[in-house]
């Protein structure tokens, strides 16, 4: 099946910094990718889909300033979390829709963050 | 938008019984439900999935059932083995915001 990458798998940073996730497509083209958070015990929620050269669409309750997201090619969509706090310590990950009308959704392998 | 419920929260089967998790969703425009596997930590793990011009699905020991009517769907695992312990989730797709939407999550244990 087709491959999206996710890095880094975990990250450790400091209360204020900034951190970005990369999540890329490696054999298919993503029009959309989808970013997802997920506590413990907990189910994955939608934060944003991403769409190749346009602006994020955020769910409600994300906050689009705090969580930056670039998705500037089609294989390749960033998620920066500025201003970290510990309350954003959390396990996020990314998914991509194969093509344009396709509904085979990949997942990536996920990113640990902890902001001590 | 598109919400997904489903039951139960927590599911303990003895090895060899079979298994069933129920989701429901709002959206009658969805038309793709996966169904995932998740271990701790890692991806979810898609093991299998039905689009809405299906009824019923099957895999092995795994099937699916859709009733659109009805706006449900459901996993059956049959001969449970202790390795189909882990948490399940089923989700939504499609509609007129195309997101995939998923469901609170079933923690299977499957006792030896």
């Known amino acids: 099946g087709a491959v999206v990458s996710q890095h880094p798998s975990r990250v450790i940073c400091k209360s204020g910094t900034s951190v970005k996730i990369e999540c890329r497509s490696l054999?298919?083209?993503?029009?959309?990718m989808f970013w997802y958070r997920q506590f413990p015990k907990q189910s994955l929620m939608l934060m944003a889909t991403?769409?190749?050269?346009?602006?994020?669409?955020?769910e409600q309750g994300v906050e689009k300033d705090k969580f930056l997201i670039n998705h500037a090619s089609l294989t390749l969509s960033t998620l920066t979390v500025t201003s970290a706090h510990p309350e954003d310590s959390s396990f996020y990950i990314c998914?991509?829709?194969?093509?344009?009308?396709?509904?085979?959704?990949?997942f990536g392998e996920g990113s640990w963050l902890t902001v001590v | 938008g598109e919400n997904v419920e489903q039951h139960p929260s927590t599911l303990s089967v003895q090895e060899g019984d079979s298994a069933v998790i129920k989701c429901t969703y709002s959206?009658?425009?969805?038309?793709?439900f996966p169904w995932y596997k998740q271990e701790l930590g890692k991806r979810p793990q898609l093991i299998i999935d039905?689009?809405?011009?299906?009824g019923e699905k099957k895999d092995q020991r795994i099937a699916v059932t859709l009733n659109k009517t009805a706006k449900h769907f459901s996993l059956h695992i049959t001969e449970t083995q202790p390795e189909d312990s882990a948490v399940y989730f089923c989700?939504?797709?499609?509609?007129?915001?195309?997101?995939?939407?998923f469901g609170t999550g079933t923690l299977l244990a499957v006792q030896p």
């Open positions: 039905i689009r809405s011009n299906v």
């Open positions: 054999d298919f083209q993503a029009t959309t």
């Open positions: 959206d009658s425009a969805s038309n793709y």
């Open positions: 998914s991509a829709r194969q093509g344009a009308s396709g509904n085979t959704i990949y």
């Open positions: 989700a939504a797709y499609g509609g007129a915001t195309n997101k995939l939407i």
């Open positions: 991403s769409n190749e050269g346009s602006k994020a669409t955020y």
